[in-house]
């Protein structure tokens, strides 16, 4: 009875996710491999992140959703240092993975699915649900072409059309000057690398162009002009690993390499009820696009809602953050002090200054001022909003905390687009509504910045 249950339970599971389909086509057991491998990449870094564990909560540094501001509440693993639970979590996964190459060796394809959803499911709690910071387009691309490939029918269709849609997705952070004039490139200190700052305006409308019309191409029945897309992709992910190093490549070369390459061949459109799946998630993606339009304004210089969609080198940035914390008693923190001029910043952020002082109301003022210190780092307010609010719930010393932001695009001027002297009694809105962020005009100008480098 049990035999036959677990039998019944295999032959439905098979049906409903379209097994078959891997089982008689090398591209998506290639695919299921080129997976995997990006699965291996993203929790060798998180293995040791302490983005979702209980001690960066502790600390008020851990960032929740904007839709999920409770999110630590379901924090569940301990960073290296206080405890195993993070790296025995990680290595069960690795366990995982080796168990899924065991399964495609063994052509057991069902087990190898079921295994797969399980990282999946992990992958999408962690980047969408857990963790603001580890929200991100490569991620994005990830989680869709592994969702196309393991629940949708027509699923060699599906990965192809899904691949080239988010490239069309991510041109609409790019009609703007950032990329119509160049002005990412030029704007930073050691310009485009490999071409002279002149040929900037054309290659970046020679992106947009491609992301645009181009890339459709790769979906062509025609050879020449098929080949031509995928000769571009293939040079664009290996040029964009100058700038992202591995991890970006490593997402969508596979792809490329898989889908559109030696063993390319013209997928037509399917027309079945069965395909209703594939576009629900097509237009899951597009609404989540959408999102990142719904606040008023500039999203790069606010970015407000900038964590939805694709929203890859949509401008390069600076910031200068400067928080002064009221307190009731003067902090036991180590003596005012300054980074010398021409220091350079490392990280993301550097702490450059800090000084105490007492103010007319007998509270102790902590003034600290940080310096952004890559052109990728885009200075979100809701950040510091986020860590600010966990610094005020958790000191019954502190009065208020004060935040100011001066952000900078594309070497633009500094706009003072964050200035509140309570930030411990500021909400924050998901979808835009945030007043007390603002852009120019409204935000005044504060000066202007030197030239930065990407990283």
């Not at 700038?243 to 490329?256: A, H, K, N, T």
């Not at 609404?287 to 210089?301: E, H, S, V, W």
């Not at 200054?353 to 109301?361: C, H, Y």
Request: aromatic fraction near 18%.
């Amino acid at each position: 009875m049990l035999k036959q249950f677990l039998h019944s339970v295999e032959h439905r599971y098979r049906r409903l996710f379209s097994i078959e389909e891997i089982e008689k086509e090398s591209i998506l057991q290639w695919m299921f491999g080129g997976s995997l491998f990006f699965f291996f990449v993203v929790f060798s870094r998180w293995i040791s992140s302490p983005n979702v564990t209980i001690e960066q909560a502790e600390r008020g540094a851990a960032v929740c959703w904007e839709y999920f501001q409770n999110c630590t509440d379901f924090f569940f693993l301990h960073e290296i240092g206080q405890g195993y639970s993070q790296t025995i979590f990680y290595m069960v996964l690795y366990g995982i993975m080796l168990t899924i190459v065991y399964c495609m060796w063994r052509k057991k394809w069902t087990a190898a699915h079921a295994l797969l959803t399980i990282l999946l499911l992990w992958e999408i709690t962690v980047t969408l649900v857990l963790s603001f910071s580890d929200g991100a387009p490569y991620y994005y691309y990830h989680i869709v072409l592994t969702t196309m490939l393991l629940f949708v029918p027509f699923k060699e269709f599906f990965l192809k059309f899904s691949f080239v849609f988010m490239y069309f997705m991510s041109v609409t952070t790019k009609l703007d000057s950032t990329w119509i004039l160049g002005t990412y490139f030029t704007a930073l200190r050691d310009g485009m690398p490999l071409f002279p700052d002149a040929l900037a305006a054309p290659i970046t409308n020679l992106v947009i162009f491609m992301q645009v019309i181009g890339s459709w191409f790769l979906l062509s029945k025609r050879r020449v002009l098929q080949r031509m897309a995928f000769l571009y992709a293939l040079a664009f992910h290996l040029y964009s690993g100058v700038f992202v190093l591995y991890f970006y490549p490593s997402v969508s070369l596979p792809p490329v390499l898989i889908l559109f390459g030696a063993m390319y061949r013209h997928t037509p459109v399917p027309f079945s009820k069965k395909t209703i799946a594939g576009w629900t998630v097509i237009a899951l993606v597009a609404i989540f696009q959408l999102l990142g339009f719904t606040a008023p304004g500039d999203r790069r210089m606010t970015l407000e809602g900038n964590k939805f969609g694709m929203f890859m080198f949509e401008a390069n940035h600076q910031c200068i953050v400067t928080i002064g914390t009221y307190s009731k008693k003067t902090p036991n923190v180590r003596p005012d002090w300054e980074t010398p001029a021409g220091t350079r910043c490392p990280g993301f952020f550097c702490l450059v200054k800090t000084t105490t002082s007492k103010t007319s109301e007998n509270l102790s003022l902590r003034e600290e001022r940080y310096e952004s210190g890559t052109a990728w780092n885009r200075c979100y307010p809701y950040e510091w909003w986020s860590r600010l609010h966990s610094r005020c719930a958790q000191n019954q010393n502190i009065d208020r905390i004060s935040l100011k932001i001066d952000h900078s695009i594309n070497g633009g001027p500094f706009y003072r687009t964050v200035d509140v002297s309570d930030i411990c009694d500021v909400p924050y809105h998901p979808f835009g509504g945030n007043t007390w962020i603002k852009g120019p005009p409204e935000a005044p100008l504060i000066g202007y910045p030197v030239t930065n480098t990407y990283n």
